[in-house]
Structure formats: structure tokens, C-alpha cells
């Protein structure tokens, strides 16, 4: 009797294994790397973070949400201040364009970079800094 019931429990155990492994996409990637985005807000600008409605700039979002992926480019994100992988995005779609896609999530990028506290206007200003000098 105990022996079936611990053979019940091992294959179980192996089926829940297999569904998680079969769960395993991009979706539960980007929820993964989320929380690295918001830490770095906690540990970049205690204060400001402290102070939630104060204004942030550009590079302030930028600095708590974007850089996980557009910093090196993670899934294909154009690199930040990286002329080559902007410039043909902007001359293709225009900023307005880009803007909007940023907010509604393109390709691998979630909606808002995944920033569950920026609004409209946060990310053109993230932006804005991303093409800085561009
Ligand atoms: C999880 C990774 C990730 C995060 C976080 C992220 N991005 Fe992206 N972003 C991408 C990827 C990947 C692309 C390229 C998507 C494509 O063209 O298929 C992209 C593309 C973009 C583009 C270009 C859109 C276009 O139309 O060409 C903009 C603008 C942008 N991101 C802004 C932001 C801003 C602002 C933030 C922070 C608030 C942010 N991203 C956070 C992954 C990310």
C-alpha cells in the first residue's frame, strides 16, 4: 500500500516536471528578467524611489526598465545611443511610431518594457534618452 502511494507521488512529480518544462517561453523568460529591471530602480535612486509620483527623467526610466535588454540588446533589443540599430527604425517608422509600438510591446519586447509604472510619457522620455545624440 505505502509503495503505491510513493510511486503515485513520483509520477506526480514527473508529469508537474514535464508541464513546467513545457511551459518554459518567452513569456516566462521576460517575467524572469522583469524584476532585475526593478531592482536596479531600488538600488540606483533610493530616494527618488522613495518618492513615487516625483518626476523621473529620462534616463532615470530608462535606468530602472530598458537597460536589461537595450543596453547589450537582449533578443534583439537596438542597443541604446547605438546609431546603426536606430537610425533605420526611425527612418522607417518615424518616432511617433516607434513610441507607440514601445508602449503596445513589439516583437520580444513587452507592452511598456514591462515598466508597470510608466506612463506615456515616460517612455517617450526613456526613449528619447535611448536615441540621444542620434
Ligand atoms: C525584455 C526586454 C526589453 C525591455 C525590458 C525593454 N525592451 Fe524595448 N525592445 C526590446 C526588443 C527585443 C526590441 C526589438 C523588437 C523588434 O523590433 O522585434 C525592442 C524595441 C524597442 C523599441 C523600438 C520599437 C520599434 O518600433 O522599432 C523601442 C522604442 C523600445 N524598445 C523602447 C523601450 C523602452 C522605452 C523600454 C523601457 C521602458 C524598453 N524598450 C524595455 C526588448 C526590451
Not at 74 to 89: D, I, Y
Not at 98 to 106: L, P, S
Request: net charge negative.
Amino acid at each position: 500500500m505505502k509503495v503505491k502511494a510513493f510511486i503515485a507521488v513520483i509520477v506526480a512529480s514527473c508529469c508537474f516536471i514535464a508541464v513546467s518544462i513545457a511551459q518554459e517561453d518567452n513569456s516566462a523568460l521576460l517575467e524572469r528578467i522583469k524584476p532585475v529591471g526593478k531592482l536596479q530602480i531600488a538600488g540606483a535612486a533610493p530616494p527618488q524611489a522613495a518618492v513615487a509620483a516625483g518626476p523621473r527623467s529620462g534616463k532615470d526610466i530608462y535606468a530602472g526598465a530598458c537597460t536589461a535588454c537595450h543596453a547589450i540588446g537582449v533578443l534583439g533589443a537596438p542597443k541604446t545611443q547605438v546609431s546603426a540599430e536606430w537610425q533605420p527604425r526611425l527612418d522607417e517608422k518615424g518616432f511617433d511610431q516607434v513610441w507607440k509600438n514601445a508602449i503596445d510591446g513589439i516583437g520580444a519586447m513587452p507592452p511598456m518594457g514591462a515598466c508597470g509604472d510608466c506612463t506615456d510619457d515616460d517612455i517617450k522620455a526613456a526613449i528619447e534618452y535611448m536615441i540621444e545624440g542620434i
